[in-house]
DNA sequence: GTCTATATTCCGATAGAC
DNA sequence: GTCTATCGGAATATAGAC
């Protein structure tokens, strides 16, 4: 641990030139120049591109889904845990457009290990909590598909922002975050209400 | 018009290796080996790279969005309007894989002119009938907010369907186009009748 | 309209000095 | 741990023959 690890920074730079630009659009060239050392440098802390790549993926989504993690271990005293979930969940995909470009990307591209990483370091906590939130009464098969949609309708919503100014009555406001966690809680708690009292 | 149009066949091999590899990782050596011409060709028929992919795109778009505008056109009078629509948009998203990803890929890598050519080519009439599903007594803005939630929930349905193999519960056969097409419409429908006889 | 041949630039990766 | 120097190949794009 130094003041200034290279290392880090190197996962730092990766993950914010992957998220904007995609993997072949991005060259250890590019990263090496962002981070202020020579591209043969990079091959002495990573083995290469694709390794570099990929734990500039772990580097970001370990670090992000941590405080999400929190939230969901808390009891749900209020009643409420269903909007403080939407809240966060939309506020991340909002807010940090790093993670919420590199999540796209790795549903686009990834293949079947990169995808298993992904459930396991971002998704699989809050899909849980997400079932656990739908009819219990209901087939295990329709809780998963509920909660797909659930999870679904977050991730659609703000990627579909993007094309808010274009579209006709769309306003760029309602690409903020706290409106779109007002409406999509709302929205929610209407779907979830009329299956079973699950709070 | 010839029997074998060329720039037709470059077209369709160019959106096709787009929307599973990106620009980036595409190259013109690649689309003319596919095609079976020389990349020289290829200068021929378009200015640069930028131009033909941007071509292939329209291409696609405007292809495929033909049917669903028939749809939208047709009276609804069984007042199934919302589950034919339902059932067309997942079946297009799901069935036609090269023009989901090249949806998702605008969406992640368009700038502002790409992203106005996408709304105003794919997205702009089903999102006028969508406005048209929801409560005409509310305000204008929580009506786009409400069709941008429908929207969503399809786009983002499809785009998890990959990781169902990955999820706890989930089961591959979620991801059909049949099983979607049912949940989704469901869930929409308990939605909108909540706000108002929409129909 | 399609080809061969090539110019130029950029890529990932390595060797070896310090 | 960071650098200079460089290799081999692939990228976009062009010139010009047929």
Redesign the interface.
């Known amino acids: 641990m130094q003041p200034f690890d290279t290392r880090t920074a190197i996962l730092d730079v990766s993950a914010r030139l992957y998220a904007d ?5 991005v060259s250890m060239r590019d990263v090496a120049g962002v981070v202020g050392v020579t591209s043969a440098n990079l091959y002495h802390h990573f083995k290469g591109k694709d390794e570099l790549i990929r734990e500039a993926l772990a580097h970001v989504f370990t670090q992000k889904t941590a405080p999400l993690a929190e939230l969901l271990e808390r009891p749900d005293v209020t009643g409420e845990r269903l909007e403080a979930f939407v809240d966060h969940f939309v506020r991340l995909l909002v807010e940090d457009r790093v993670f919420f ?1 590199l999540l ?2 790795e ?4 293949d ?1 290990v990169r ?2 990483d ?3 370091s971002v ?2 906590y809050p ?2 909590l997400v ?1 656990g939130l739908t009819d219990p009464q209901q087939p ?7 909660a ?2 659930i ?7 703000v ?13 760029p406001e ?1 690409a903020d975050s706290s ?2 966690t007002r ?2 809680s709302a ?1 929610l708690r ?2 979830l209400d ?1 299956t079973a009292e699950s709070i």
Chains 1, 2 share one sequence.
Request: proline letters at 3%; aromatic letters at 4%; zero cysteines.
């Open positions: 630009l995609g993997y072949s659009a470009r796209v990307r549903l686009v591209d990834g079947g995808l298993r992904l459930v396991q998704l699989e899909f849980r079932v295990e098969g329709e809780r998963v598909l509920m797909v949609s999870l679904g309708i977050i991730l659609g919503h990627q579909l922002a993007v094309l808010l100014p274009y579209l006709p009555g769309g306003q309602h409106v779109i409406h999509v929205v209407r779907v009329g």
